[in-house]
């Protein structure tokens, strides 16, 4: 399980920039930025990582559930495109420019026409 953990805590590190000592901390910073099945496989993995250390706890885990929450987590950090990310931010960002600088154009038009410059 620590080998796994530390496998998913990498692939959050790369993919998404989280960097975490557990993986209860790193699904809670990566927040939002994953899906809600995925949180919850994610939490679910977490409370497993919690349990192993106890191993009256660690005989209740389910090894099937743990590795097929592993898998589909996995699964989906290795399919986020790193670079589309980047480039649908910055394009996010100057999508945010232009329609502000939008926004004060036509004021700066308006206040124009208002004081009767136009």
């Not at 530390?6 to 699904?27: H, I, N, P, Y």
């Not at 660690?58 to 480039?87: M, N």
């Not at 036509?106 to 026409?113: D, K, Q, R």
Request: net charge positive; aromatic share 6%; with cysteine.
């Amino acid at each position: 399980m620590a080998t796994r953990s530390g496998a998913l805590r990498a692939q959050m590190l790369e993919k998404l920039g989280v960097k975490s000592v557990t993986l209860a901390q790193g699904f809670r910073r990566a927040g939002r930025r994953l899906p809600r099945r995925i949180r919850a496989r994610g939490k679910a993995l977490a409370d497993a990582e919690a349990m192993i250390c106890n191993p009256k706890l660690a005989r209740q885990l389910d090894a099937h559930a743990v590795l097929r929450d592993f898998e589909e987590v996995s699964a989906h950090l290795r399919g986020i495109d790193v670079a589309d990310r980047r480039k649908g931010a910055w394009l996010q960002l100057a999508g945010a420019i232009a329609a502000n600088l939008l926004a004060v154009g036509i004021g700066f038009l308006a206040w124009l026409f208002w004081r009767g410059y136009i």
